[in-house]
């Protein structure tokens, strides 16, 4: 039992409708992610917390359905996301804890990520 879902229990409307605007709402979904992290570098987290309250219920629902109704990535698995800011990571294994826009085709990561992005 995770997230206090019983093993066996279907896919509920609030779980769609949650994954319908991560997939068809662009605008909103990225306005709803850009509540997942810190905005500056100096930003309390308070200041986090407040902005992504506006929003938890999404938040859960998405990792509700990654972590209960998804499937574990195999090693050999290969997906993409094209990024517009430069992110620095402590290591090449990284475990994200938000939402995260990827897709199976290189070309349109890099057309997401436009001329200044990688």
Known sequence: KKFNIPKGTPITINHLLALKVATDCT?????????CRKLKKNELLKDLIKRNREIAHWCRLMKELCT???????????VYTGLKNKLL???LSNHFECPLSTTKNENIATNFAGDAGI
């Open 27 to 35: 605008e909103m979904q990225k306005k709803f992610k850009q509540n």
């Open 68 to 78: 209960f109704y998804g499937k574990q990535m195999k090693p050999k698995d290969v």
């Open 89 to 91: 990571f402590n290591s």
